[in-house]
Every structure is written in C-alpha cells, then in structure tokens.
C-alpha cells in the first residue's frame, strides 16, 4: 500500500480526520490560552507551571493514543496490551497484590492471552478466557500450601485480571472491524470529554455532592452535566460513524451516549473507591500532572466491553473480516 | 503473614527516588531481573570459580542480618547467590551511597540486580535504622552487612 492509499484508507470515515483535527486543534488553541494567560500576569507561578505540565504530557499522550489507531489494528491490540499491563503494575503496587509474584504472574499471562485471542480475531477464545484466566488465578497459589490470604489475594487478581484483561481486552477487539477508526476515537474523545464536562458543570454550578465518601469533589450537577454533554457528542459523531447500519437510528445513537457517559464515570467512581479504601490520592506518578496511568484511563475500563456488547449486539464487529487470522 | 491491603514500600516516589529509597520493594519486573542477574552470577561462579558452599544448614529462618568480612565486590553477589531461592527477593545487601547510588545507571544496576539498600556512611540518620530495622522484622526480609564499612 502506498502512503497515499493508506493516508486515505486511514482517514477513510471523515469522524476520524475530524477528532484528530480536533485534538491538534485543542492543544494549539491551550497553549495559546495559557501563553496569554501567563504573558498577561493572570497565572500564579504555581498554577502556571501545573497547566503547561499538564498540557506538556497531553502532547505525548494524545499521539501515543491517535498514532497506533491510525496505523492498524496490529498497533491497538499491542497498545492495549501495554495499557493493561501498566495498569496491573499501578495496581498491584497500590493494592500489595505485587508481592503475590505468582498470582500476578497468571494475571499477566491472561492479558497477554485475552489480547493474543483479540489479535487472532478469534472471539470463542476471547470469551473462554474469562473463565479459563480465573481459574488458573485462583489455583496459582494453591501448590505453596499457604491458605492465610488466599482470597484476599484471589479476589485481587481476579478483579484485576477482569478490568485491565477482559474489560480493556474489549477495546483491542474492536479493532477487527473495518470502520474501528472513528468509533475508537469517538470513544477515547468521549470519555475525556466526560470528565472534562464533569468538573467544569459541577465547579460552574455547584449543589450537592454525588457520593462524598467516595469522591469529595464530585457533584451531582456534574454528574447531570456530562450526562448530557457526552450524550449529545456521541449522538451527533455517531450518525456518520454508523452510516447505513442500523445504528443509524437516533434513539440508539443516544443509548450509546448514556452507555459511554454511565459507564465512564462509574470508572471514574470505581478507582476512587479503590483509592479511598487503600488511603492513596493517586495511582503513581508516570503521567506528569495527571498522577498514574491508571488515573488517566480509569474511566475506559468499563466503557470498552459495555460499547463493544451494545454496538456488537445491533450492527456486530468485524463480520466481514478474516477470523483465527494467527493459528 | 496476614494478608494487609498496604501499598509499596516507595509507592507514589518516581523512578529515581525509589532507586535510592530505604523502603523500595521490587515489583514484578523488578523481580524477574533480580532473578535473572542472580542466575548468571550462580553460573559465573560454577563455571569459573568452582564454588563450593559448606555449612548452609546453619542458616536461620528469615529474617536475619548475615555479618562477613569484606574483601572484594564478589563477596555481596557470591553470599546473595547462594542464600536459598525462596528469600530471592527478601535478600538486600546494604551498599554504600556514595559508591552504588551515585548516577541513575548505578543505582538501577544496585536496585534491579543486585536489590541493595543505601546507606550513606558517616551520615546515617536515626530514622534510617529505624526504617531497615522496621523492614527487617515485618518483612521477614534478610539484609546482607559488611561492618568493616569498606573492603578489607
């Protein structure tokens, strides 16, 4: 294929061009902002110094996420992978899980696996790992003959083994399809914009908190906020994304909105609750002025089978595709 | 050991403090490259040294703190090589700052494969003992010391 062809291959739904556009876009237009800003004195050094580290890591972060979706479904599935296990990482270190090296040997084994099923596009595998991952989670550690913490350790494993495996897994799989470009996008762009819209509603209107024992700063009118933000985004970029299928149809454009947004922020809310439970503010330090890479992609764990299941059950992914493309 | 829901010793540090930190444990990958440097020293000594061990039934359970005498670098990598391979990653040799943890190359090497602890020599603080003392009970860990505080 020459770079013309795949240039046009690449960009062959316009949503695609339009949320990297978007992105490039929105990060000139913050650079310009906080530049004025700073120029005209209305940052306090402190502040200053946080937005353009933020924004600096949002440079290396948005292509290491746009790059590997533009160049093919070989290139998600393999940053998927390093996803998942990045997050076993911060996880296993937060939660003490690390210091179980067998156990968490198995739940590697069954990232890499479920995402190896995922590159060979074949999807009977992919869902018997579920069962097939935690079952050799739970007797990994059985041969050592040390019961005392044994379903504290399991239950850890299994749990991560269900988000950064099975649920992120998901995403990777959505790369069979053809058209995986824009929906992928589409969903990274949703569920950014889903936090982004959270924060600013809640700080714009304020009213009572959502769950104070879980998330302090959370608002309901955040919540509401970037329900309906979200909903409205994934609605409008779904109709070219769908053309000519039946999730053309605007009352399940809207579903998937509520889906992306439900499902973003209960991932948001599920790593709050393990924070808050473990006594940790953040997941690590890996992203300069964002905390862990789990802070970052939290809300995408329960997002990518939820989409994957509901766009699967109306329009399928991948059918016209080659399937066991490995063995 | 009860199982606790305890973070790492050195999580929330980056990468560069946690190589010098009194509190880092290794994690998973961490782990397989102690593993490893630990297995090419064991086949170093084989080979070439023809090294011969006597008396490893003396040892006690973890933990415990090994005292000897210091006449080369060989003496941290040989005694940790053969100390049994199910305390492999409770084995920390206690290492000079100023020689071991002086440049990020270093002190990765001294953390990844041999997983020494710093000490800075003349300048020890209270509170650093009192951090490996800790680790060594609670952990069960095994800490590798040369009294003479150089090589002899």
Redesign the interface.
Known sequence: MTLDTAWSFAFANPVTGWIVLGVAGALVLAAVVIAGLSLAGRLAPPLRRELWLRLGSWCLLAPAMILPILAGRVWVIAAVTLLGLACLGEYGRATGLFRERFTTFMVVLGILAVNLAALDHWYGFFVALMPLSCGFIAIASIPFDQPRGYVQRVALAVFAFFLFGAALGHLGYIANDANYRPLILMLLLAVGLNDVAAYVVGKTLGGPKLLPGTSPNKTLSGALGALVITTVVVTLLAGPIFVGTQMEALPLRIGLGVIVSIAGQFGDLMLSSIKRDIGIKDMGVAIPGHGGVLDRFNSLLLVAPAVFHYVGYIVGFGLDQPTRVLF | ????????GD????LRERLGSLRR?L???G?ATHWCWREIVRLYLRVFHRLRVEGREHLPEAPFVMIANHASHLDTLTLASVLPLALV?RIHPIAAEDAFFTSFARSAFAAFAVNALPLRRRATKRTDLGTLRARLTEEELVFILFPEGTRS
Request: aromatic residues 16%; hydrophobic residues 45%; glycine residues 12%.
């Open positions: 050991m009860d199982w606790k829901l305890k973070p790492a999580f929330g540090l980056s444990e994690g998973f990958l782990t990653d």
